[in-house]
């Protein structure tokens, strides 16, 4: 099954808002996939896909049907197929939400469950998406600790924190084996 481009960044879009707010980091992620996705025409409608979600989002009688409007919000862009081969599949559009919930070290349950709603509602394979899921989590903890490595560098490095060598704090790349 592919997928519609626009259907699909809108899909990003749900998943931002899932847990009540978009974080700069969520929403770099989202400008970097939405752009390498669709690089001619994700400019143009970027803003009018994050007030549709906004529509959808404040349809609903009470604050706590928030849920349900994101389930029918991302069930609606799943029934629209790609033309042809211009859309993306259904594990690139898994990779792509798990990457933007991982973005901002905060892998929160709603996204989750939005992200295993997607999985059932397209059919793709239960180990698919978990397999795809502990390499995301197995890949934020290596970025984790590389961002949390101490300094290899000379002695006096050490003691300043900061050298050429590690200007970034963490060790040279040479050393990370």
């Not at 999985?119 to 890949?139: A, D, N």
Request: charged share 30%; proline share 3%.
């Amino acid at each position: 099954m592919m997928l519609n481009k626009r259907a699909a960044i809108k899909i990003f879009c749900y998943l931002m808002a899932a847990d009540g707010a978009a974080t700069a980091d969520e929403q770099e992620c989202f400008q970097t996939i939405g752009a390498e996705l669709d690089p001619d025409g994700f400019c143009e409608y970027r803003e009018q896909i994050v007030e549709e979600v906004d529509q959808q989002l404040h349809s609903g009688m009470e604050e706590e049907d928030s849920y349900e409007l994101l389930l029918e919000g991302i069930d609606q862009e799943l029934a629209a197929p790609a033309e042809g081969k211009a859309g993306i599949g259904i594990r690139l559009l898994v990779w792509d939400l798990l990457t933007i919930a991982f973005s901002n070290a905060d892998y929160a349950s709603v996204e989750r469950r939005l992200i295993k709603h997607v999985v059932r509602v397209t059919g793709m394979e239960y180990s698919v998406f978990f397999e795809m899921e502990h390499s995301m989590k197995t890949i934020a903890a290596i970025e984790n600790e590389m961002n949390s490595s101490v300094c290899a560098g000379p002695p006096d490095c050490r003691r300043t924190g900061q050298a050429p060598c590690c200007r970034d704090g963490r060790r040279p790349a040479a050393d990370r084996r």
